[in-house]
């Protein structure tokens, strides 16, 4: 037995809980991506016709997005530059600002580049260099099995050649002989006083750990790969950061009196402070 439902219906549902233009996103990818229906026809405002498989289907998809679960975990994937990563509430989900924050290392690398990523998360930064950086060693830390586990499992789908490391980059004490002419890093840096602003959907289900930073100590991740890194880059290695819009200047202040040179400071596309690169000499 069949049964049918429009689009629209659909739409109406994901708006008691989201504002029009996301209901009108979310309401494609469940109309098109999840059940299948053409574009064409949902553009046209055509009738899904649903088995009592699909039927169920769609009701539990309809329940958990208006519990403020993101999209990308129910869909359990998400786009990053080109390729499908898996995510799951054990990593945050890959934001565009990454996907620039990766575009700006590729044409930089030189071939060979031994690569380190910290607090990798669902691998998406560790794993896209691995593929587009001609010859690259990297080398992926996080403190997180559940996000280890997930990286891999990308890694592996994606074919991609990265070591992965379990590691608290707070308190870790690397090889003596561990160098690396990248580091690239987007670490928790929302303080705890930004979590009013933020939406339910990254509230209540990214994890904490990959998010908050106290108030107080809003660089500390940063301060800290900054000491690791006289100790880890080779010379003239680089390390690029994403950032907090807030703390821009204060990163780059950071870094130059830690005695790093070449700092600079990039927008995003929105044109707020995004990124932070620099130079060990």
Not at 149 to 166: G, K, Q, W, Y
Not at 220 to 244: D, K, T, V
Request: with cysteine.
């Amino acid at each position: 037995m069949s049964t049918s439902i429009s689009p629209r219906l659909i739409r109406q549902r994901i708006q008691t809980c989201y504002p029009s233009g996301e209901a009108l996103w979310l309401t494609r990818i469940v109309c098109h991506e999840i059940l299948g229906q053409p574009m064409t026809d949902y553009y046209l405002g055509k009738d899904i016709v649903l088995s009592a498989n699909k039927e169920t289907e769609l009701e539990n998809i309809l329940t958990r997005l208006c519990q403020y679960e993101p999209i990308q975990y129910i869909q359990g994937k998400t786009r990053f530059l080109g390729r499908d990563f898996h995510v799951a509430p054990g990593v945050l989900i890959p934001r565009p600002e990454t996907e620039e924050l990766v575009g700006q290392i590729i044409p930089q690398a030189p071939v060979g580049a031994r690569i380190l990523d910290i607090g990798t998360g669902s691998g998406c930064i560790a794993i896209s260099l691995a593929l587009s950086v001609p010859e690259a060693q990297v080398t992926a830390w996080d403190i997180s099995s559940e996000a280890l586990r997930i990286a891999c499992e990308n890694a592996r789908t994606l074919h991609a050649d990265v070591r992965f490391v379990a590691c608290n980059v707070l308190t870790v004490q690397p090889d003596a002989d561990e160098r690396y002419d990248i580091i690239v890093s987007n670490p928790p840096y929302v303080t705890e006083r930004e979590r009013q602003a933020m939406e339910p959907n990254v509230l209540e289900w990214e994890p904490a750990q990959a998010l908050f930073v106290p108030d107080n100590d809003p660089l500390r991740f940063y301060r800290r790969i900054a000491h690791l890194g006289h100790q880890l880059l080779s010379p003239n290695g680089r390390m690029y950061f994403e950032i907090n819009q807030a703390y821009g200047e204060d990163t780059v202040n950071m870094l130059h009196e830690s005695g790093y040179t070449a700092i600079q400071i990039g927008k995003d596309l929105s044109g707020n402070d995004r990124f932070v690169r620099c130079q060990r000499n």
